[in-house]
């Protein structure tokens, strides 16, 4: 079996070394005081069309049997999940370790993060969804940690039939999605971890923990209420019941990491 | 002029690159389980001493006008500081920003890093002491958002008639220390910048926030009181006014990476 990682460098260095290649796929940082624009629906969308068309030319030159994706936002698993789906004949499973469903359209929500999932199903913005060769089929298609969803995720949800398994469920066993695996005879599983499914009162590196937000900032957003060993305990489970062929981690937000950057950066002997 | 940073992978990524040579100093982590012994009354001593001279080598292979050190604890200063106190004559000035006074000795606190400032001033355990070749002029030391301190750290502070500028005193202004660089003739300056004078409620990765600490942990070690803006403008004022040539960061604990790491390598693909 082949591995690549497509890495960035706020979570990469973090995780073991990888044993196969490596790809980076560039992010052009926004100019101090740029704001991103809106183009037709999507923030930034020129940017976020080419990153995901150079992540799965990346991925098409080694043509891997599995991808680990250190990312990023949750937009990051769009080329790595279609190649997977496309590389397994359209049987992946996915399972979504999120505390959002991410199956918004531009006309719902101007993130392509929260849009990720719905490409993949073939739903949403057509330059994001013609990037999906294959879309994922729906039975295999399985949240979990997803607790709460807006009233046009939980359309999109009741339309294609997708599972949950929510965070409760999931406190003390891993029963519902092993079922799933189970029910489903899935044999090659994708799993997208978005750290933010995370209870961001017992792990630090989330949106929700942003130094200085608001008070009433994102009030309207679900947070994550999984633990950190919950979800390790779950993949662990799936790990040992099928053949995981890709793990995508999303959302990891460094704030303590930011706050000594943009302090040192004015130190003498560190300035430029 | 000629510097080299002396670096550690936790805190040198998040600086600027360097624009001069860079040493890393082997650092071997404790085995998991292991304990680490008290030896002649400080935990770690042989490991620390021999990290200490490694440093020292590190530095008298390049015999740089100026060094940067991103540490570590705060006993990383003390190659740095002795090296450049002998380059500079014995004239060097040390600004010590720091919420705790470095001054115990073996006798009174097992920790090395609790240490530092008393071995360049020639006091402590003997094998510290050595490594400094021409102590630092008492005169020339100037603590910096100093608030408490045990009697005995009390007690050497007077008997050396250390100088002090409290977290009140600078909080809109810089003058105690500018005052203190014009009156005692200070041209080469090297800072000691230990991240816990800060604020724990503003920054996030010092000790005091370690995750899942008790709450009566360290109930006695007084806390940082200073704001990050602050530390920048005192370090920038001082710039301004006499050569700064050494600068050392110590003690900046990445809780958040420390958890991401944690999780990361016990996932599928990613465990070992």
């Known amino acids: 079996m082949y591995t ?10 973090l995780a073991p070394p990888a ?6 796929i560039p992010v052009t940082e926004p100019k101090p005081g740029e704001i991103l624009e809106i183009e037709n629906g999507m923030l930034g969308r020129a940017a976020l069309i080419r990153q995901a068309r150079a992540a799965r030319e990346a991925i098409e030159k080694h043509r891997p049997d599995r991808i680990v994706t250190l990312g990023g936002d949750c937009l990051v698993d769009l080329a790595p999940m279609a190649y997977l789906n496309t590389r397994y004949g359209g049987t992946l499973g996915v399972l979504w370790v999120d505390a959002h469903p991410d199956v918004l359209t531009p006309k719902d929500f101007a993130q392509g993060n929260a849009q990720v999932l719905g490409a993949l199903l073939g739903k949403g913005d057509s330059d994001l969804v013609s990037e999906v060769n294959t879309p994922i089929k729906t039975s295999h298609i399985k949240y979990a940690g997803l607790d709460a969803w807006m009233p046009v995720e939980g359309a999109v949800i009741n339309t294609f039939g997708l599972r949950r398994a929510g965070s409760d469920s999931l406190a003390e066993t891993s029963a519902p999605v092993l079922n799933w695996i189970a029910d489903e005879g899935i044999a090659h599983l994708a799993i997208h971890f978005d750290v933010d499914v995370l209870d961001p009162a017992k792990f630090g590196p989330v949106l929700f923990n942003k130094p200085g937000a608001p008070a009433d900032a994102w009030t309207d957003v679900p947070r994550g209420r999984m633990l950190p060993d919950q979800v390790v305990r779950l993949l662990q489970d799936v790990a040992a019941t099928c053949d995981v062929v890709g793990l995508a981690i999303a959302e990891y937000m460094p704030w303590e990491a930011i706050a000594m950057h943009n302090m040192l950066r004015k130190l003498p002997l560190l300035a430029g």
Do not use: Q, Y
């Open 4 to 13: 690549i990682t497509i890495s960035d460098r706020n979570c990469a260095w």
């Open 19 to 24: 044993d196969g290649p490596v790809e980076t």
